[in-house]
């Protein structure tokens, strides 16, 4: 427990050095929040689900209705086959603001659509996760597993670094 605990505190850490040592180029930033599709959104027929100043957020259960550009971002919802949400590509978005916008566009999502099973995870642990792919897709590990986060359920308190400091005390 100790190990994944330095592990975190290292990712955290590491986040600047991570995000400093990619060129601008692919990097999303999105700089007014996100406005939601409330309206028009339709999972199957129109994914658009939230825009922003640089692109479009979609979500969506495959993505083979999605036409995104490379500032679009795209969320993938399993949350019915394996109690999981899943950005693609989300090594392009470093900047840990926008990555906080965009885990807020998914908890709404989350809010306004609820699945079968419930998915619930924090904030905290959201963020924890998505940094620490990052840093292992910056690091060349496991490239193709770590370019993508999904947010499984049975993660919260692999990521959530309150309860792990709790554990390790």
Known sequence: MKLR?????????????ATSLRTCHGNIKMSTPP??????????NNPLFATYDNGEIYITKSLTNVNADNNDIVIIDLRDKKEDMQITSSYRI????????????????NNLYPSDTPWIRSKNSLLNEWIAHNIAYYLNYERTRSESVDFENNEE????????????K
């Open 5 to 17: 605990c330095k592990f975190f505190v290292v990712a955290i850490i590491g986040c600047g050095i």
């Open 35 to 44: 406005i939601i599709n409330y309206e028009e959104y339709d999972i199957n």
């Open 94 to 109: 470093g900047d840990i603001s926008t990555q906080l916008k965009v885990i807020d566009v998914i908890i709404e999502y």
């Open 157 to 168: 308190d692999t990521y959530n670094t309150l309860r792990l400091i709790k554990k390790a």
